[in-house]
């Protein structure tokens, strides 16, 4: 059931909604659902994209300094150590989860659920994966997390005072950060969860009881 959020009219949601089409309230003509042209395999390629572009800006440097003859390179993991050792232990942590972790994880649900709504729209599966309802509410719950934008900011301002100081090379880290912000966001707007939720199977009144 779905309530229009309009006039309050509880209704039956429909399980399928064809493409580029809406669903309108039967007793204002509010809109309550719109499917987009585009479908679960946009979402899949841009998610894919974003897994490219997280794996670079972790496996690569963000950002290279020379100062007096000495250089220091470090990455995004490196980055998170260096807090640790210097007693920093809260903000080690917090940088690990908001940068690392958090995108890790809603970029592999999301890649986990788009693969089982296309094996089950392809007819290579007649349901969708196992804990898929899980995922999905932890995904709702976790995506708050990922802050990348917010170490995007930090680290440009940092290179900016750093440039006075010592000479700095940006990393090809860096630039995999600044674009998996943009692809991440775009998948997130059109990551639909009715995608998932219309082909998990219905319970039975019994069976939601027990």
Known sequence: MIACPECDALQQEPRRVPRGTSVRCWRCQSVLLHESR????????????GSILFLIGNAFPLVSLEAGG????????????????????????????????APAFDLS????????????????????????????????????????????????????????MASVVVGPALYSIGALILVLAA??????????????????DDEAAA
């Open 109 to 164: 649900a999301m890649l986990y659920l788009t693969l089982g709504v296309l094996r089950v729209d392809a007819g290579r599966a007649s349901e969708m994966p196992p804990f898929s309802a899980t995922l999905l509410r932890a995904v709702q719950v976790v995506r708050p997390w990922g802050m990348l934008e917010v170490f995007m900011l930090g680290a440009l301002v940092s290179i900016v005072k750093l440039g006075q």
């Open 187 to 204: 998948a997130n707007s059109a990551f639909n969860p009715r995608e998932v939720w219309s082909r998990l199977p219905v319970r039975r």
């Open 38 to 49: 585009r479908g679960t395999d946009y979402v899949f390629s841009l998610i894919v994209t």
């Open 70 to 101: 000495n250089g220091v390179t470090t990455t995004l993991f490196g980055a998170c150590m260096h807090l640790w050792g210097q007693d920093l232990q809260l903000v080690a942590a917090l940088v690990l989860v908001t940068t690392i972790l």
